[in-house]
């Protein structure tokens, strides 16, 4: 796996200098049941300040994260992508490449220190690697893709079959600035079986998301 980091830590930064594929990026479709999911409609957010902006499905809600599993986000642009209807979030953290990181740990009594750290660019990767990989012992299929969108948003979609507990994964850089990772939670215990149908029609708003997902020309580090 080390060896397959190292190789996509080249592919990618070799990718941002080359034309890969300025087409829409759709990931492979798979058949689900008949079950009544509403219109595919989009709106745009691109809130002021934000490093980075996105269509996201009207019936879902895009708000600010303010803990991520017993920590505290390290930057003010971390967003939840809320489905309350499919009691669904797919978590948006957020990176500035090179910038300095403030880290909640939480020690053995609760309570939490504070770690100031540095966003390495092959140590975020090797990161969406390692957090994908947590899922290994109880998945029973993992594939990735790597992609290049129209708006020259380069990044890798992970997906896992069986009772993961997040079957969708992907991050988004371009190599110098920004890098952003996205899971999708559920919140109810994994059953592959009734949340396919769910996963794969929110597997399409992933795909838009990442299709019409910009950076911006400001950097925040």
């Given amino acids: 796996m080390k060896l397959k980091q190292e190789y996509f830590f080249i592919l990618i930064t070799t990718a941002i200098f080359i034309v890969a594929c300025n087409s829409t990026y759709t990931s492979k479709k798979t058949g689900f049941f008949k079950i009544d999911f509403p219109e595919k409609k989009y709106q745009r957010f691109d809130e002021p300040g934000m490093p980075y902006s996105f269509e996201y499905p009207l019936y879902a809600k895009v708000i600010k994260d303010s803990t991520y599993f017993d920590a505290n986000p390290e930057n003010d642009y971390w967003r939840n992508i809320d489905f309350t209807q499919f009691n669904a979030k797919i978590f948006l953290s957020y990176k500035a490449v090179g910038g300095k990181a403030l880290f909640k740990i939480r020690k053995a009594d609760g309570s939490y220190r504070d770690s100031l750290g540095t966003n390495m660019y092959d140590k975020m990767i090797n990161d969406a690697f ?4 947590k899922n290994d012992d109880i998945a029973t299929s993992k594939k990735d893709s790597l992609f290049k969108t129209a708006n020259n948003i380069s990044g890798l979609l992970f ?7 997040t079957q969708r994964q992907f991050f988004m850089t ?7 990772r996205g899971a999708l939670y559920f919140y109810a215990t994994p059953n592959a079986d009734s949340v396919r149908p769910v996963i794969d029609f929110l ?7 990442i299709n019409t997902f910009k950076w911006k020309s400001q950097s925040h580090q």
């Fill in 174 to 180: 371009d190599t110098t600035q920004n890098f952003i």
């Fill in 130 to 133: 390692t957090l994908t990989n």
């Fill in 159 to 165: 997906k896992l079959g069986g009772n993961a507990a």
């Fill in 203 to 209: 597997q399409v708003d992933i795909d838009h998301i």
